[in-house]
T-cell receptor, first 118, second 113 residues
Framework: GAVVSQHPSWVICKSGTSVKIECRSL??????MFWYRQFPKQSLMLMAT?????????EQGVEKDKFLINHASLTLSTLTVTSAHPEDSSFYIC??????????????FGPGTRLTVT | GQQLNQSPQSMFIQEGEDVSMNCTSS?????WLWYKQDPGEGPVLLIA?????ELTSNGRLTAQFGITRKDSFLNISASIPSDVGIYFC?????????????FGEGTQLTVNP
């Protein structure tokens, strides 16, 4: 299957600062990537769909000004959590469709980024 | 929105036993996917199902796409300790804005040696 990486794997930041998380497709190009967050003992919740060359599509209830998404190239999407607060502490996971396009039915996930805001 | 009901929420079994978990939905999906997630890691795709009625195996894992397209099950035979983890079902739909996955709540599997 397709390989997706994330960086960093974990980060601790102070309240009020911003944190950037990178998601890369390693052996394929992806015009679409997805960002999820997962709280302990819960399922994955889709936050937004990242589109190369256009604006991201955010799910209802997700603040686009707080969670900035930039799909900089066909292999890189970034999620920036701005003015982070302790309630933003979570496990953030990205995924990419198997064939790199929005029409693909399988998604392959990165290893996740554990964000802790103190 | 769409919801997937996954059961059971957790299972505690002995090594060597078979396991079965399932997902149901009030909505139709055109693809069912089963993932396994280990602690602190991202989900790993186990099996993908594309057609109603399809039965697919991957080693000791077998999954089926329900004929109504509203349900799917995953069986694990002869469980081993490394099967421990959280198993998620996911249904795929294609919308005008692109594809999206809807996830079940997960089944936490514990295997006692």
């Amino acid at each position: 299957g397709a390989v997706v990486s994330q960086h960093p794997s974990w980060v601790i930041c102070k309240s009020g600062t911003s944190v950037k998380i990178e998601c890369r497709s390693l052996d394929f190009q992806a015009t679409t990537m997805f960002w999820y967050r997962q709280f302990p003992k819960q399922s994955l919740m889709l936050m937004a769909t990242s589109n190369e060359g256009s604006k991201a599509t955010y799910e209802q209830g997700v603040e686009k000004d707080k969670f900035l998404i930039n799909h900089a190239s066909l292999t890189l999407s970034t999620l920036t959590v701005t003015s982070a607060h302790p309630e933003d502490s979570s496990f953030y996971i990205c995924s990419a469709p198997g064939d790199g396009t929005s029409g693909s039915r399988e998604q392959y996930f990165g290893p996740g980024t554990r964000l802790t805001v103190t | 929105g769409q919801q997937l009901n996954q059961s059971p929420q957790s299972m505690f079994i002995q090594e060597g036993e078979d396991v079965s978990m399932n997902c149901t939905s009030s909505s139709i999906f055109n693809t069912w996917l089963w993932y396994k997630q280990d602690p602190g890691e991202g989900p790993v795709l186990l099996i993908a199902l594309y057609k109603a009625g399809e039965l697919t195996s991957n080693g000791r894992l077998t999954a089926q796409f329900g004929i109504t397209r509203k349900d799917s099950f995953l069986n694990i035979s002869a469980s081993i300790p490394s099967d421990v983890g959280i198993y998620f079902c996911a249904g795929h739909t294609r919308e005008t804005s692109g594809s999206r996955l809807t996830f079940g709540e997960g089944t936490q599997l514990t295997v006692n040696p």
